[in-house]
């Protein structure tokens, strides 16, 4: 059993940056590969980044390439999703996610989630 929480969501301004945390309760954190999903109203839930459980293997949405860094500290069981340039579009729910096994770009295989936190960014 896996139990996230994420935090760091807020309100920007276009252009600025973001640093999403995502704790996770449990004692074999580096077994699971994590990833970041986001939700805008309306939509569904997207792929943004993830990470291996070792932390040596990250994939990106192409939306956010170059601008976003996803990493983890297995001895903190933290996830962190560093957001920079953003944009207007980027505004959804961030949710983190744990997956016992590879990496994969797909909510459906996720079996843990947080709950979520806002990212807004204002034009």
């Known amino acids: 059993q896996v139990h996230l929480v994420e935090s760091g969501g807020g309100l920007v301004q276009a252009g600025g940056s973001l640093r999403l945390s995502c704790a996770a309760s449990?004692?074999?954190?580096?077994?699971?590969?994590m990833g970041w999903f986001r939700q805008a109203p309306g939509k569904e839930r997207e792929f943004v980044a993830v990470i291996s459980g070792s932390g040596s293997f990250t994939s990106y949405a192409d939306s956010v390439k170059g601008r976003f860094t996803i990493s983890r500290d297995n001895a903190k069981n933290t996830v962190y999703l560093q957001m920079n340039s953003l944009k207007p579009e980027d505004t959804a729910v961030y949710y983190c996610?744990?997956?016992?096994?590879?990496?994969?770009?797909?909510?459906?295989?996720?079996?843990?989630w947080g709950q979520g936190t806002q990212v807004t960014v204002s034009s």
């Open positions: 449990g004692r074999t954190f580096s077994s699971y590969a």
């Open positions: 996610g744990a997956r016992g096994g590879g990496r994969s770009t797909y909510p459906r295989d996720y079996g843990y």
